[in-house]
């Protein structure tokens, strides 16, 4: 498990070297003060590996190869893999082990605890051509597990079953809902968006991240009911556009690390991963390389991934981080190194261990592309 939450405002700095068809969403708020980069040019076929790369990537005992690409995935995901833009979830109880996650005009997708099955979730048509953003799996009290996913281009939160059933849609907030703070409550009394991000739930609250709009407060719901379920908005909010302690530049992911009721956010524009405690104070920020974008932060013991969608250099392809113990140890280009050419910018990753391995799980953004890696071992 990884350590503690770090004490109080203490900053956490990582000085290491780095060493389909179908239309490609715009990535609001890439990077503050420039502009988005352009849409790629026409990807190569979803799966491309360029034989030329060296095909293993990372650092001692911690690099990894291919071995899953997105020619595994069913026929009507492949076709709309370019569209990609969203993240995954792993139902990490014993005995399971599936990965979920979504493709705009596919829906939702189960990728088997073997890592190679990749089968459609039935899908709520009001799901299944919007964008969702990323995905969350959760836990009832009687044990049940659920999924979140939120839409940012719908303004919407949906919840449902394992099985893809549509369990409850949480709307956007209105004039009459009120968040604890001023100036959330008049930015929705004033008709502004929703625009949801990221999800997790802790102890009866959803966590909402919204840092696609100008408000970029992390908001809550509380879950007034399971069966069924319902979700009412409740009065905490915090983070908040900036770049101080505690604010936001782009709250792009959120997670709560396990074992723990502490709430990480993926602040893209700073550069960091800023923590809070569940009721919205600040503890503490861990850094990423200057320049880098991260998108969202996933945990396993003692170990965490970061996927990002540049990083300083950007004439590469964008890294992921491997970190243990909130420190960088190895860093791995699926582009360059790997050879995924399409992976120019890393929208999410996460984490698996099977027979002694870790593996990551990670998706591409502009263009869309997925693939499985493997840590190589002696």
């Not at 709309?80 to 979830?89: I, K, N, P």
């Not at 836990?139 to 409850?168: H, I, K, M, Q």
């Not at 809070?276 to 969202?296: E, I, K, N, V, W």
Request: glycine fraction near 10%; include cysteine; charged fraction near 20%.
């Amino acid at each position: 498990m990884l350590a503690g939450a770090i004490k109080t405002t203490a900053a956490v700095f990582l000085s290491v070297l780095l060493c389909g068809d179908g239309p490609v969403f715009a990535h609001p708020h890439h990077l503050q003060g420039a502009a988005a980069p352009p849409p790629a040019a026409t990807p190569a076929p979803p799966g491309t590996i360029d034989p030329a790369a060296k095909g293993v990537s990372g650092t001692g005992a911690l690099r990894f190869r291919v071995l899953v690409t997105s020619a595994r995935l069913p026929e009507e995901a492949r076709r709309v893999l370019v569209s990609a833009h969203g993240g995954f979830a792993v139902d990490h109880r014993p005995g399971k082990e599936e990965t979920y996650f979504a493709l705009p005009g596919a829906g939702i997708l189960r990728l088997d605890a073997d890592l190679k099955q990749i089968a459609l979730v039935p899908t709520a048509a009001e799901m299944k051509d919007t964008n969702l953003h990323n995905t969350k799996i959760w836990y009832a009290p009687d044990g049940t597990a659920l999924l979140s996913f939120p839409a940012n281009d719908a303004g919407r939160v949906f919840t449902t079953s394992l099985a893809g059933e549509l369990l409850s849609t949480l709307a956007p907030p209105t004039a009459s809902d009120e968040f604890g703070l001023p100036s959330v409550s008049d930015y929705f009394a004033g008709g502004g968006a929703f625009v949801p991000t990221d999800v997790e739930f802790l102890d009866g609250l959803l966590y909402i991240t919204t840092g696609y709009s100008s408000l970029d407060y992390v908001l809550t719901a509380r879950v007034t009911s399971y069966r069924p379920m319902k979700a009412a908005w409740y009065d905490l909010a915090f983070g908040g556009r900036g770049s101080g302690p505690g604010q936001l530049g782009t709250g792009h992911g959120i997670t709560i690390p396990p074992g723990t009721k502490r709430i990480d956010v993926a602040d893209r524009a700073n550069g960091e991963i800023d923590r809070f405690t569940r009721h919205g104070q600040y503890l503490s920020t861990l850094r990423m390389p200057a320049g880098s974008l991260p998108c969202d932060i996933d945990y396993l013991g003692r170990y965490a991934v970061v996927a990002a969608l540049d990083g300083p250099d950007k004439s590469k392809g964008a890294p992921i981080y491997l970190l243990e113990d909130d420190r960088l140890v190895s860093t791995i280009f699926p582009k360059d190194d790997l050879g995924l050419v399409n992976f120019k910018h890393v929208h999410n990753a996460v984490l698996r261990e099977a027979g002694g391995k870790l593996y990551i799980i990670a998706q591409a953004w502009n263009p869309g592309d997925f693939a499985v890696l493997e840590q190589v071992v002696p």
